[in-house]
């Protein structure tokens, strides 16, 4: 059974889901595109058993004092959306890669599209940082969250990672 907690966020409140052994398997904008039901996401809970690390580790990223989280994760998804989000985990803070990028990574030159809806369908946005993802030539598109949103993580972690 999952639970979930709503946190703010220099970016909107962030819903935040758990599963039954208290790993995060959702963090979701207000407003963003592809957001399951709230009826989905449990019961609420406050527990720091639960989400306590979670929370802690946003806090500090959003502070500008950590950039790669380690928090337990439980994903739901295909074997080619997992291997996405795998890679977009690989992303460095601060440092971007295109669609064309990671569909060549993953072995597979002509499946850009695929990978830009795979990272659409990305359940832990922020923490498996599908925002640092852009399209040829380094334009601004898709996000779940909304390009503002996309715009502001870009220019926050840019501007984190110069000092």
Not at 107 to 115: E, K
Request: charged share 20%; proline share 7%; glycine share 14%.
């Amino acid at each position: 059974m999952t639970r979930h907690t709503v946190i703010d966020s220099p970016y909107g409140p962030l819903t935040l889901v758990a599963d039954a052994d208290g790993a995060l398997c959702g963090l979701y904008m207000a407003g963003q595109r592809h957001r399951p039901p709230e009826e989905s996401f449990g019961p609420p809970d406050r527990g720091p058993r639960c989400f306590g690390e979670a929370e802690e580790q946003l806090t500090a990223y959003f502070a500008g004092e950590l950039t790669e989280f380690t928090v337990q994760l439980a994903l739901c998804g295909t074997p080619f959306q997992r291997s996405v989000w795998t890679q977009l985990s690989r992303i460095p803070y601060g440092e971007t890669r295109t669609y064309g990028q990671l569909a060549h990574t993953l072995g597979n030159t002509g499946a850009s599209r695929a990978v830009g809806l795979a990272n659409g369908r990305n359940p832990v946005g922020i923490i498996v940082p599908c925002h640092r993802v852009l399209g040829t030539g380094g334009a601004l598109t898709g996000y779940g969250g909304g390009l503002d949103r996309k715009r502001r993580l870009l220019d926050f972690e840019r501007g984190a990672a110069l000092f």
